[in-house]
């Protein structure tokens, strides 16, 4: 099998964006808002309902909440159409106050590759805004002199 394999530093904690990730069932609206029209969640197979109609049948195959760790197969609907695909998401600590989200796809046959790496590098530049976007709307608000700072603010001479 091809191995793809994205790494991105992702400005929330590690618990939020593996709250996100571990929401199986919610990915249009915390993942990946906008790529995926619907989620549904049936024991342990997953739906997604692209914009256009499309629907791609996932196994779910482990949510391991100790290792940050989720693994899914795609089992149906994959365009264009693979003999295998198994991919994994894990999150690690980075820094103090960031994350790691490392996303590896393995996909047959290999001639699938470069296609595969496009469509996830594009993705998880999506999944890094979505959750960076709900990290900063859940943060309090700042006080004091640093609360100006990134704002438009009137300077006097």
Do not use: C
Request: charged fraction near 30%.
């Amino acid at each position: 099998m091809a191995s793809v394999r994205h790494e991105i530093v992702i400005d929330a904690s590690p618990e939020q964006v593996w709250d996100v990730l571990r929401d199986v069932g919610a990915v249009h609206e915390r993942l990946l808002p906008g790529r995926v029209a619907d989620t549904r969640v049936e024991g342990d197979e997953r739906f997604l309902t692209f914009p256009d109609g499309h629907v791609i049948r996932e196994l779910i195959l482990a949510v391991d909440d100790e290792a940050r760790r989720l693994a899914y197969a795609v089992v149906e609907g994959a365009r264009p159409a693979v003999d295998r695909h198994h991919a994994s998401f894990e999150v690690r600590p980075e820094g103090e106050r960031a994350a790691r989200l490392v996303w590896i796809t393995d996909v047959l046959p290999h001639a699938l590759a470069p296609e595969i790496r496009v469509r996830t590098e594009r993705g998880v530049v999506e999944m890094k805004r979505a959750i960076e976007a709900a990290a900063r709307a859940t943060q309090p608000p700042v006080d004091g002199p640093q609360a100006a700072v990134g704002r438009n603010v009137r300077r006097y001479a």
